[in-house]
């Protein structure tokens, strides 16, 4: 079983910045974050294959998110900047150990969360 860890959130003003973090307990073939604002449903922010560095991004988060991936520190993050009040949401970790799941967008493990409020 893959354990995850998420950090950094928190809250900022409009057109500010954080930086989240993801401690993963070992191997992961993808990682990626989603996120789910109270009402919404859950939504893929960015995810980000660990050994090509693949990475891909919701429109509406390209420009202004970074997710990148320290393979040696098994840590995945996110950075973002420009952050708009609708990105207020609780954002989640996930991976998958194997191709078969990331290839079909199956993640099978998750965090426990990390809140981000923008305010206005």
């Known amino acids: 079983q893959v354990q995850l860890v998420e950090s950094g959130g928190g809250s900022v003003q409009a057109g500010g910045s954080l930086r989240l973090s993801c401690a993963a307990s070992g191997y992961t073939y993808c990682m990626g974050w989603f996120r789910q604002a109270s009402g919404k449903e859950r939504e893929k922010v960015a995810t980000?294959?660990?050994?090509?560095?693949?990475?891909d991004y919701n429109d509406s988060v390209k420009g202004r998110f970074t997710i990148s991936h320290d393979n040696a520190k098994s840590t995945l993050y996110l950075q973002m900047n420009s952050l708009k009040p609708e990105d207020t949401a609780m954002y989640f970790c996930?991976?998958?150990?194997?191709?078969?799941?990331?290839?079909?967008?199956?993640?099978?493990?998750w965090g426990q969360g990390t809140q981000v409020t923008v305010s206005s």
């Open positions: 980000i294959y660990t050994g090509t560095l693949s990475t």
């Open positions: 996930a991976a998958s150990v194997s191709y078969t799941h990331c290839l079909n967008g199956r993640y099978n493990y």
